[in-house]
């Protein structure tokens, strides 16, 4: 558990560093998971109105590409910034484990991909087109205007 101070005067620090293995466990994502060290910082304070954890994630993570299939690295800064339930503070200290883990959780990417230009697989023999190009006629009509193909041009009749 991530515990922090909380003080109704002043911002406290905080800083973690945690083993991914054991904070996010196995199968805390659907599409990779996180390697190395978490460095967690930032601190809590009280803005007048409300107590306020703010802060970064530093982590990394490996997973399959999206679109070419292989295995690639992200380095990622997740922030985070969250009012407190005044409830959720017991004995001046406020368990944070769930907001780190909903952060990483949200901060993830709808696509994984190795690169932002990443080409993908050939639709046809499967070759890794970042690799190089293949020789496979990629042509594909659209359904929809497939009927089209069966007029005869003007030169043709």
Do not use: H, W
């Amino acid at each position: 558990m991530l515990k922090v101070q909380i003080s109704r005067g002043a911002a406290l620090p905080f800083e973690f560093i945690l083993s991914a293995q054991n904070f996010c466990g196995d199968n805390f994502l659907a599409n990779g998971e996180f390697i190395g060290d978490i460095k967690i910082s930032g601190e809590t304070y009280n803005d007048g109105l409300n107590i306020v954890a703010r802060g970064k994630i530093n982590c990394k993570k490996i997973f399959n590409c999206d679109r070419c299939l292989t295995e690639a690295t992200q380095n990622q800064t997740l922030n985070f910034d969250e009012e407190i339930n005044p409830a959720d503070i017991i004995d001046e200290t406020l368990d944070i484990t769930e907001l780190i883990k909903d952060t990483l959780v949200a901060g993830q990417p709808i696509q994984n991909l190795c690169k932002a230009d990443c080409k993908g697989l050939c639709p046809v023999c499967g070759k890794n087109l970042n690799d190089g190009v293949c020789n496979c006629n990629r042509f594909c009509v659209d359904p929809r205007l497939a009927p089209l193909l069966n007029f005869k041009s003007i030169e043709e009749v």
